[in-house]
């Protein structure tokens, strides 16, 4: 069966503190990995990673892809208290469906 | 360009009750995919359907859950006698074409909630 894992499930740092989210996957038919930040309503599209060891940077968030050893990694630095979010990994399996994780819910302490 | 538009925002029905959720895709996607988040997880795929036609409803309850996207009108999901644990987050998404491509785009949702 399908699963992608996310670790940890809960994180709490203090503002200006680096965190790192992890995402793993065991997926059939493995297409693409995307990550969302979710804040009460709908994901927020962040990253989409389709090849191994390149990494895609937004500001001050960044992810990376492990294709051999299938994971991902999302970082951001110098965290703000709106970065304070559920923050969902997911892979495309197939062309067209979307396997989640159960999501990292980060909160940002000032 | 309005987005995924989903309505209602938040429904509640009593137990044994109907319940009807709609999306409306952004202009030009013909694709439409339903999920559903149950309280502090992540989201479900139930069903993916372009026009008319259901392609993928894998991830569909076998019972009391029904999905269509008529050729003219929003995407509808409906839930028949919903129970307690139908209470969720209904979101649905739209896409262009066929994938992948840079992430398809979610509606607010519907929270249904089953009194």
């Known amino acids: 069966e399908d699963k992608v894992v996310q670790s940890p499930l809960s994180l709490v740092v203090h503002e200006g503190d680096t965190v790192t989210l992890n995402c793993s996957y065991e997926?059939?038919?493995?297409?693409?990995l995307l990550w969302y930040k979710q804040e009460k309503k709908a994901p927020t599209f962040l990253f989409m990673l389709t090849s191994s060891g390149i990494e895609k940077k937004s500001g001050r968030l960044s992810s990376i892809l492990d294709k051999k050893e299938l994971f991902s990694i999302l970082n951001i630095t110098a965290t703000q208290t709106g970065d304070s979010a559920i923050y969902l990994c997911a892979v495309f399996e197939g062309a067209q469906k979307l396997v989640f994780g159960q999501g990292t819910r980060l909160t940002i302490n000032p | 360009n309005a987005g995924v538009m989903q309505n209602p925002r938040h429904l509640v029905r009593r137990r044994g009750q109907e319940a009807r959720l709609r999306c409306s895709p952004m202009k030009g996607h013909s694709h439409v995919y339903w999920y559903r988040q149950l309280p502090e997880e992540g989201l479900k795929f139930m069903v993916y359907?372009?026009?008319?036609?259901?392609?993928?409803e894998s991830g569909m309850p076998k019972e009391r859950f029904s999905a269509e996207f008529p050729k003219e009108g929003p995407s509808i999901l409906r839930i028949q006698q919903v129970v307690r644990g139908d209470s969720a987050a209904y979101f649905c998404?739209?896409?262009?074409?066929?994938?992948?491509?840079?992430?398809?785009?979610f509606g607010s949702g519907t929270r249904l909630t089953v009194v």
């Open positions: 359907l372009q026009k008319e036609n259901i392609i993928d």
């Open positions: 998404a739209s896409s262009p074409g066929q994938g992948p491509f840079d992430g398809y785009t």
């Open positions: 997926v059939t038919n493995f297409r693409s």
